[in-house]
């Protein structure tokens, strides 16, 4: 089965900066599409950001220009480097994989994780 592991969360005053880590239990990430969600209270899930086998990225409006999806296949681990950070951007941040980055696009990867709080205060 596999696990997706977040960590790096925690509380931040606006204007700071967060960097979230996601490990995978799989043997392998290389042929994965990797990507963060982000759900805010009383909201749904959303997408926020993507990184595809080649290394190409895709991020949604709300963070383009203050965060950053990085890759490392030998540890397995994808990454969130999120500055400039803003009270909007309080959420539970989960990580998801998938072979293919359609699913992704639509918001329905094969593997979750647990997810990590983010709360910026203002």
């Known amino acids: 089965q596999v696990q997706l592991v977040e960590s790096g969360g925690g509380l931040v005053q606006a204007g700071g900066s967060l960097r979230l880590s996601c490990a995978a239990s799989?043997?392998?990430?290389?042929?994965?599409?990797m990507g963060w969600f982000r759900q805010a209270p009383g909201l749904e899930r959303e997408f926020a950001a993507y990184?595809?086998?080649?290394?190409?990225?895709y991020y949604s409006n709300s963070v383009k220009g203050r965060f950053t999806i990085s890759r490392d296949n030998a540890k397995r681990t994808v990454y969130l480097q999120m500055n400039s950070l803003e009270p909007e951007d309080t959420a539970v941040y989960y990580c998801?994989?998938?072979?293919?980055?359609?699913?992704?696009?639509?918001?329905?990867?094969?593997?979750w994780g647990q997810g990590t709080q983010v709360t910026v205060s203002s």
């Open positions: 998801a994989a998938d072979r293919s980055r359609s699913a992704l696009q639509a918001s329905s990867p094969s593997y």
């Open positions: 799989l043997s392998s990430i290389r042929d994965y599409a």
């Open positions: 990184i595809d086998w080649s290394g190409s990225t």
